[in-house]
C-alpha cells in the first residue's frame, strides 16, 4: 500500500502496485518508476509528501521522490520455511570404527545431506521424524540408524482471516457517542509473533475513523498481525436515517434558454430523503426533471417585459418523511428587454394655432412620444420629414429638437401669405433595429389685425376727385354713392363698420354702418349748399381696431352748369385761403395755354378717331363694343335715367381681391381739376360725346 499525503497532511490517497524481483539485488537498485505507474506528476509527488508503509521492522525498499522511482534500501533474502524445491543442507557424517569391506560403506542420504523434496508447511506439520541408516559394506552387513526430528519453523506465510467475509450491523443515526454496534472474530494459524492479531480500521474514504472506535483486542473491520500480513473483513453499518434533514436547493446556474438548473439534496435516506420540488402555478414557467436531484426551470408561455417586467419564483421541496420536510427559495426573474414596441404619440395628429407676426424661433409646442421598451430601446429621438409647402421647404418654417420634440417656428408667419400647414414628424428609438411612429402636425396661422381697412371706392387721387351728383328733388333714402373697402385680414378683423366722422351738413346724409351706403336722411331743398363734403371712417372689428378715412365729394344740383359755377374752389381747403389769390393768378395763367392745348389735343384725337374708324370698316377684324359696368341704386329713388352698377369681388387674401367699380351712366359724376377755373367750351365741345347714349361722362374744369 502506497500513501500520498497532501502539502499541508490533512488528506491521503492510497493506491495498491505490485513489483516482482530477484532476492539479493544490489542496494540502490531500481525497482520500479512509483510516479509514471500510478500516473503522477513529480510536483504532486514531492509536494504530497509521498511516502512508503510497511509492517516490515527493516524498511527493505525506498521511495525516490526527485524521480519517482523505488529502490533497494536493504539485501532481500527470501529463505526460512518458504524455500524452494532442491535446496540442500548439510548434516553431520557417520562414523564406522571398522575397517576394510567392514567400514562405513554409503549413506542413504548422499553426502549427508537432507534434500527437500516438498515444500514444507508447519500449519501441516510443525515436525517432521526422518531415521537414517548407515550400512557398512561386511558380510554380515551392519547398519547403524539415527532419528532426526525435524522442527518445522513457523514462517508468516497466513494470513488472518475473519470468520465472516461480510458483518453487517446497524445503528440510527443519532445514537449516542460510545453506542455498541458489533463485533468481529479473526483467527491465524500461524504461532508466536506471528498468530498474534490486532483489529485496525483499514485506510477508508470518508469519515470513518473519525466516526467509529475499534478495539486492537476484541476487533472490529480489519485486523492486522505483526508479521505484516492482514485480513479483511468488510462491516456494512447501515445507519437507520431519522428525517433530521429538510430537502437543500441549490440554484446551478441562471441560463437564458431554459431559465435555471437546481440542485435539489436531502441528506436522509429511504423515504425521508426522497423529495418533491415544485414552483408557483401563476407564473409562466415550469419546472422539468432532467437527472436525479437536478431540476431545469423553463418557460411556458411567452414574455413581455412591458406588461410585466419581472417575476418571483417560488422553488418548494418536500420530502416524504414522517413527518415531512420542507424548504423553499424565491429567486427574482427580471426579464430582459427587446425592442418590439414602437415609439407612440400621445395622438395621430396634432393641431395648434400660432398667432401671426410671431417672433423667429419661438416655440410653438411640444410633441411627445413614449415607448414601453426599456434602456436604450426605449430612448425616443425626432425627426421632420421634409416636404414643400406652397414651393417652400417646410424646414425653414419650423423645426424639431430631436432629443424634447419642442417645435420651433423658424420664422416669423403672416396669415396674409399662408394660412395653414401641415407635415409630419416621426419619431424613433435606439434599438435595433429601430422601430419608428409618424404624427402629424397642422399649424394654424392666426390672423391679427395687421392690416388697416383700404377703401376702394371712391378713389383718391391727386390731380382730380370725384363728386357725386344729388338732384335738390332728391327724396329721404336716395342713395348717394357707396364706400367700398376690403381688409385683408380674416375673421372680426375684417368685418368693417362705416362712419359719417365730418360732413358740411351732418342732417342731410348718413352712412350705413356695415354697407357703407351713403343716403339722404330727408328732403333736399333749395336751401341746401350745392358743395356738400363728407368725411367717412371706415373701421374693422379688430383689439385694437384699425381704421381709415376717405373723403366723398357731394355737389347738389340740378344741372352741371350750376355745378361749375359753384364748384370753382369746391377743393379749397382753409389752409389755402391766405394763398388763394396766388392761385387765382397763377390759375388765368395756366387756363390759356390749356384751353389752346385742349383744342390742339381734341382735334387730334377727333382725327384719330376717325381714321381708326375707317381703318376698321376697311378691315376684315370684329369690333367689339366696350360697355362700361353701370351703378346702380338699389332702392331705386334715384334722379339718374341710367342705372349706376358696381361689382365686387373680396378674398382673404389682398393678392386676389379684385373690384371692379362703373362709372355713371348719366351727368352725376363730376371730376375736377382743383387748380382750374370752369367753363363751358369744354363742356360743349364735348356735347356730341354726352349726347351719346350710355357712354362714360368725365368732366374736366379748366
Given at each position: 500500500f502506497w500513501t500520498l499525503s497532501d502539502a499541508v497532511g490533512q488528506q491521503n490517497v492510497f493506491s495498491v502496485i505490485r513489483y516482482s524481483i530477484p532476492e539479493e539485488m544490489k542496494k540502490g537498485s531500481v525497482i520500479g518508476n512509483v510516479g509514471q505507474d500510478l500516473g503522477l506528476d513529480m510536483k504532486r509527488l514531492r509536494s504530497g509528501r509521498a511516502r512508503i508503509v510497511s509492517g516490515e521492522n527493516i524498511q527493505y525498499t525506498q521511495l525516490k521522490t526527485d524521480k519517482g522511482t523505488l529502490v533497494v534500501n536493504e539485501r532481500i533474502d527470501r529463505e526460512h520455511e518458504s524455500a524452494t524445491l532442491g535446496s540442500k543442507f548439510p548434516v553431520e557424517s557417520a562414523v564406522d570404527p571398522d575397517v576394510g569391506l567392514n567400514t562405513l560403506q554409503n549413506y542413504l542420504l548422499k553426502y549427508a545431506e537432507l534434500v527437500l523434496q516438498k515444500p514444507l508447511d508447519r500449519e501441516e506439520h510443525s515436525n517432521l521424524p526422518l531415521k537414517v541408516i548407515a550400512v557398512d559394506g561386511g558380510n554380515p552387513q551392519r547398519s547403524g540408524t539415527v532419528n532426526i526430528n525435524i522442527s518445522v519453523l513457523d514462517a508468516n506465510d497466513n494470513a488472518p482471516e475473519f470468520n465472516q467475509s461480510v458483518y453487517r450491523a446497524s445503528v440510527k443515526e443519532n445514537a449516542p457517542v460510545g453506542t455498541y454496534i458489533s463485533k468481529v472474530n479473526a483467527t491465524d494459524a500461524d504461532i508466536g509473533a506471528h498468530g498474534e492479531i490486532i483489529f485496525s480500521f483499514s485506510k477508508t474514504k470518508g469519515t470513518t475513523v473519525d466516526t467509529f472506535k475499534i478495539d486492537e483486542n476484541t476487533g472490529v473491520i480489519s485486523a492486522k498481525d505483526q508479521g505484516g500480513l492482514t485480513g479483511t473483513s468488510k462491516v456494512i453499518i447501515d445507519v437507520s436515517d431519522i428525517n433530521d434533514n429538510a430537502p437543500v436547493i441549490n440554484i446551478m446556474t441562471l441560463l437564458q434558454v431554459h431559465l435555471a438548473v437546481v440542485n435539489v439534496d436531502d441528506e436522509d435516506s429511504d423515504g425521508n430523503?426522497?423529495?418533491?420540488?415544485?414552483?408557483?402555478?401563476?407564473?409562466?414557467?415550469?419546472?422539468?426533471?432532467?437527472?436525479?436531484?437536478?431540476?431545469?426551470?423553463?418557460?411556458?408561455?411567452?414574455?413581455?417585459?412591458?406588461s410585466v417586467p419581472e417575476y418571483n419564483i417560488t422553488i418548494t421541496v418536500s420530502d416524504q418523511g414522517s413527518p415531512p420536510l420542507s424548504s423553499s427559495?424565491?429567486?427574482?426573474?427580471?426579464?430582459?428587454?427587446?425592442?418590439?414596441?414602437?415609439?407612440?404619440?400621445?395622438?395621430?395628429?396634432?393641431?395648434?394655432?400660432?398667432?401671426?407676426?410671431?417672433?423667429?424661433?419661438v416655440s410653438v409646442f411640444t410633441l411627445s412620444a413614449s415607448d414601453a421598451d426599456w434602456g436604450q430601446n426605449a430612448r425616443v429621438s425626432y425627426l421632420l420629414e421634409e416636404k414643400e409647402i406652397n414651393g417652400v421647404a417646410v424646414s425653414s418654417l419650423v423645426s424639431v429638437n430631436s432629443e424634447s420634440g419642442v417645435i420651433h417656428a423658424v420664422r416669423s408667419f403672416d396669415f396674409e401669405q399662408i394660412k395653414w400647414f401641415e407635415f409630419n414628424v416621426t419619431a424613433r428609438d435606439a434599438g435595433s433595429p429601430p422601430l419608428t411612429s409618424v404624427a402629424t402636425v397642422r399649424i394654424v396661422i392666426q390672423d391679427q389685425n395687421d392690416n388697416p381697412p383700404q377703401v376702394l371706392y371712391p378713389v383718391q387721387t391727386g390731380?382730380?376727385?370725384?363728386?357725386?351728383?344729388?338732384?335738390?328733388?332728391?327724396?329721404?333714402?336716395?342713395?348717394v354713392t357707396k364706400v367700398v373697402a376690403v381688409d385683408v385680414d380674416s375673421g372680426q378683423n375684417a368685418w368693417l363698420s362705416y362712419k359719417l366722422q365730418k360732413a358740411t351738413d351732418r342732417a342731410l346724409f348718413e352712412v350705413g354702418l356695415q354697407n357703407g351706403e351713403i343716403r339722404t336722411i330727408r328732403q333736399v331743398n333749395d336751401k341746401d349748399a350745392v358743395k356738400q363734403r363728407l368725411t367717412v371712417i371706415v373701421e374693422d372689428n379688430g383689439q385694437p381696431s384699425r381704421s381709415a378715412a376717405v373723403i366723398v365729394n357731394v355737389a347738389v344740383a340740378d344741372s352741371f352748369p350750376e355745378v361749375l359755377s359753384e364748384f370753382t374752389d369746391f377743393t379749397h381747403d382753409k389752409e389755402y385761403n391766405d394763398n388763394l389769390t396766388f392761385y387765382l393768378v397763377l390759375a388765368l395763367a395756366v387756363v390759356s395755354f390749356l384751353f389752346i392745348t385742349c383744342v390742339v389735343v381734341i382735334i387730334s384725337v377727333k382725327i384719330y378717331r376717325w381714321r381708326q374708324s375707317r381703318t376698321l370698316f376697311h378691315s376684315n377684324l370684329p369690333v367689339i363694343p366696350y360697355y362700361p359696368p353701370r351703378y346702380s341704386d338699389t332702392l331705386g329713388t334715384g334722379t339718374l335715367q341710367h342705372v349706376y352698377n358696381y361689382e365686387v369681388c373680396r378674398t382673404t387674401d389682398s393678392r386676389k381681391s379684385d373690384c371692379k367699380f362703373g362709372r355713371a351712366g348719366s351727368q352725376n359724376v363730376l371730376i375736377m381739376d382743383p387748380s382750374s377755373t370752369g367753363t363751358m367750351q369744354r363742356i360743349q365741345s364735348e356735347k356730341s360725346i354726352l349726347d351719346e347714349p350710355d357712354s362714360p361722362l368725365e368732366v374736366r374744369m379748366l
Open positions: 430523503g426522497v423529495v418533491k420540488c415544485s414552483i408557483n402555478s401563476d407564473i409562466p414557467f415550469k419546472m422539468e426533471s432532467s437527472l436525479t436531484g437536478y431540476y431545469t426551470i423553463v418557460t411556458e408561455d411567452f414574455l413581455d417585459r412591458e427559495k424565491t429567486i427574482n426573474v427580471k426579464v430582459s428587454d427587446v425592442n418590439d414596441s414602437p415609439p407612440k404619440f400621445d395622438q395621430s395628429e396634432y393641431s395648434k394655432t400660432v398667432p401671426e407676426n410671431n417672433p423667429p424661433g390731380g382730380s376727385m370725384v363728386a357725386e351728383m344729388v338732384p335738390r328733388a332728391a327724396d329721404v333714402g336716395y342713395l
